[in-house]
């Protein structure tokens, strides 16, 4: 089975960047759509970007405009760009299948956006 390893979080100040990247151990291809979930303290997991397996995105409506989701198959990795990032994306992120699926969690990558 697949494994899916998140990097890139960290601490940014509100209006900074950072990109995510979901390194998987096997073929993003034969998984399909894949996502960028968060979540934050006291809340609920929540997909914020999606990308099917040719590249068509979605993204939900608090980040449209700000991040930007997407994937290398040949490379077996999901990136989510995000710009100009608000306090209220402070959670941790993780990688998935769309519509998740409990064997493919991983540690998630913390991003905390403060001044």
């Known amino acids: 089975q697949v494994q899916l390893v998140e990097s890139g979080g960290g601490l940014v100040q509100p209006g900074g960047s950072l990109r995510l990247s979901c390194a998987a151990s096997?073929?993003?291809?034969?998984?399909?759509?894949m996502g960028w979930y968060r979540q934050a303290p006291g809340k609920e997991r929540e997909l914020v970007a999606a990308?099917?397996?040719?590249?068509?995105?979605n993204t939900a409506d608090s980040v449209k405009g700000r991040f930007t989701i997407s994937r290398v198959n040949a490379k077996n990795t999901v990136y989510l760009q995000m710009n100009r990032l608000k306090p209220e994306d402070t959670a941790v992120y993780y990688c998935?299948?769309?519509?998740?699926?409990?064997?493919?969690w991983g540690q998630g990558t913390q991003v905390t956006v403060s001044s």
């Open positions: 998935n299948a769309v519509p998740y699926n409990d064997y493919y």
């Open positions: 096997g073929s993003i291809f034969s998984i399909g759509t």
């Open positions: 990308i099917t397996s040719v590249g068509s995105t």
